[in-house]
């Protein structure tokens, strides 16, 4: 079983950065490929980026290329996400997701999930 615990979270003016963290319960962290989804409310659960377990390979939705950051250090056991130039619609409760399999973009794919943290952007 593996534990997520998502941190950072907060408000944010928009143009702003913010960086979330993701602290995973176990020291084998290295072998789940990890991510981070939102879901803002009234909407479905969306993909924002996904990392490989040894951070080689990454993946992001379009609507974040360029803006956002995923990155893991294996050693503290923690993922990152790295929120620039931030827009309201970025608003949302950001969640962390470990999966055994590779990296991939869908929800159901995942094996664990945090409870999430909810980011407000103002405009």
Same mark, same amino acid.
């Given at each position: 079983?593996?534990?997520?615990?998502?941190?950072?979270?907060?408000?944010?003016?928009?143009?702003?950065?913010?960086?979330?963290?993701?602290?995973?319960? &176990?020291?084998?962290?290295?072998?789940?490929?990890?991510?981070?989804?939102?879901?803002?409310?009234?909407?479905?659960?969306?993909? &924002?980026?996904?990392?490989?377990?040894?951070?080689?390979?990454?993946?992001?939705?379009?609507?974040?290329?360029?803006?956002?950051?995923?990155?893991?250090?294996?050693?503290?056991?923690?993922?990152?996400?790295?929120?620039?130039?931030?827009?309201?619609?970025?608003?949302?409760?950001?969640?962390?997701?470990?999966?055994?399999?590779?990296?991939?973009?869908?929800?159901?794919?995942?094996?664990?999930?945090?409870?999430?943290?909810? &980011?407000? &952007?103002?405009?």
């Amino acid at each position: 079983q593996v534990q997520l615990v998502e941190s950072g979270g907060g408000l944010v003016q928009a143009g702003g950065s913010l960086r979330l963290s993701c602290a995973a319960s &176990v020291r084998t962290v290295s072998t789940y490929t990890m991510a981070w989804f939102r879901q803002a409310p009234g909407k479905e659960r969306d993909f &924002v980026a996904a990392i490989s377990r040894t951070g080689a390979t990454t993946l992001y939705a379009d609507s974040v290329k360029g803006r956002f950051t995923i990155s893991r250090d294996n050693a503290e056991n923690t993922v990152y996400l790295q929120m620039n130039s931030v827009k309201a619609e970025d608003t949302a409760v950001y969640y962390c997701a470990a999966d055994r399999g590779l990296i991939e973009n869908r929800a159901a794919r995942m094996d664990y999930w945090g409870k999430g943290i909810l &980011v407000t &952007v103002s405009s």
